[in-house]
């Protein structure tokens, strides 16, 4: 009787230890079964699944964030709990809370955890229409009017973590961009992935530049690009965009100072990048050969900094039109001293 005892009260503990883990057994597609269906949740509760699959957050799964869901949710009753970001990004809270951003904006403001990105998955477009949520671009134009030339440029060409966080380190990043209708001077917008597949046809669209497909850019392959007669509609422009980002998110004193960004030198203008659109929304990076906004002409037509990108075609051109304008005023000089005896007498 003592034997039975102890097997039952060891069963009886195995039990209760399995039946928490039972109930919790339940992987993220099994939520994604029903929360990637609009017409099931509502617009609320709907989460693209193909999107949240490309996102860090994707590979940590439902629970990590949602504790309390367990096989039989919704029906359980129980309250779902939503975990806070600073329990696994103590160090960037900490950041953040003590920039002038933390008091009128938290993290979700800013980033939904079912789409959220690192720096290198999203365009300087998207970074920019998250902060235009909060600030009109008119406005935003119009205030850094006052100070900062061709603001509308500058705001256009810049993601505003630039400037606006402090991050120390840049690098160039590649966009593909595009003419929103057939007209020959039509606004150009950010190419999206479906465009460039159409153009790729059967072929993945890293072959639009990569001819190679060896997963490196060069020199060579932007020039051939851009001369296609095929892509003439498109071009490519550039951004500078943080190394590495930081929350620091406030009015930086040293980026009113234009030599923060236009007298860096060449050196800084070394390091680029091509970033492709992908099917999941996000985007995918291909390095540049080292060097490519230094010949803005050939292979970066959309993108020079004044003071800092360099042009061999216009260095040269440069050269010409100083040497031209030097040489009118000596050849003419020159010339009238040589017929000077000729011209004696003559009232010249």
């Known amino acids: 009787m003592k034997k039975i005892t102890l097997h039952g009260l060891f069963f009886l503990v195995l039990l209760l230890v399995a039946?928490?883990?039972?109930?919790?057994?339940?992987?993220?597609?099994?939520?994604?079964?029903?929360?990637?269906?609009?017409?099931?949740?509502?617009?609320?509760?709907?989460?693209?699944?193909?999107?949240?699959?490309?996102?860090?957050?994707?590979?940590?799964?439902?629970?990590?964030?949602?504790e309390t869901v367990t096989e039989n949710h919704p029906d359980d009753g129980l309250e779902i709990t939503k975990a806070v970001c600073q329990d696994c990004h103590g160090e960037i809270d900490e950041e953040?809370?003590?920039?002038?951003?933390?008091q009128n904006a938290s993290c979700g403001d800013c980033h939904n955890p079912h789409k959220v990105r690192g720096l290198t998955e999203v365009s300087g477009l998207d970074m920019n229409q998250s902060c235009a949520s909060c600030h009109d671009a008119t406005e935003m134009i119009d205030s850094h009017n006052r100070w900062l030339?061709?603001?509308?440029?500058?705001?256009?060409?810049?993601?505003?973590?630039?400037?606006?966080?402090?991050?120390?380190?840049?690098?160039?990043?590649?966009?593909?961009?595009?003419?929103?209708?057939?007209?020959?001077?039509?606004?150009?917008?950010?190419?999206?992935?479906?465009?460039?597949?159409?153009?790729?046809?059967?072929a993945d669209i890293k072959s639009l530049i990569d001819f190679n497909q060896d997963g490196f850019i060069s020199l060579t392959e932007l020039r051939t690009f851009n001369r296609n007669p095929a892509y003439q509609s498109m071009r490519l422009q550039g951004t500078l965009t943080p190394k590495e980002i930081t929350h620091s998110v406030k009015i930086h004193n040293n980026?009113?100072?234009?030599?923060?960004?236009?007298?860096?030198?060449?050196?800084?203008?070394?390091?680029?990048?091509l970033a492709l659109p992908t099917?999941?929304?996000?985007?995918?990076?291909?390095?540049?050969?080292?060097?490519?906004?230094?010949?803005?002409?050939?292979?970066t037509p959309d993108f020079y900094m004044m003071g800092t990108t360099r042009s061999a075609s216009l260095n040269i051109l440069g050269v010409l039109i100083i040497l031209g304008g030097c040489l009118l005023p000596v050849g003419h000089g020159t010339l009238r001293f040589l017929t000077r005896k000729n011209r004696a007498g003559k009232g010249e």
């Open 19 to 66: 039946a928490p883990l039972t109930a919790t057994a339940i992987e993220s597609e099994d939520c994604l079964g029903c929360h990637s269906d609009i017409d099931t949740v509502g617009e609320e509760l709907f989460i693209n699944a193909a999107v949240f699959d490309s996102t860090i957050h994707a590979d940590l799964g439902c629970l990590s964030c949602h």
């Open 255 to 273: 980026r009113w100072d234009c030599t923060f960004c236009h007298a860096s030198g060449p050196d800084a203008m070394q390091t680029s990048y």
């Open 149 to 202: 030339p061709q603001a509308d440029l500058h705001i256009a060409k810049l993601p505003c973590v630039s400037c606006h966080t402090g991050s120390e380190e840049y690098e160039i990043v590649l966009y593909i961009i595009q003419r929103e209708s057939d007209a020959a001077f039509g606004d150009f917008e950010l190419s999206d992935y479906h465009q460039l597949k159409t153009l790729s046809g059967e």
């Open 279 to 299: 099917g999941e929304g996000n985007y995918e990076r291909i390095e540049v050969e080292r060097g490519a906004v230094l010949k803005a002409l050939n292979s």
């Open 96 to 102: 953040f809370s003590a920039s002038s951003h933390a």
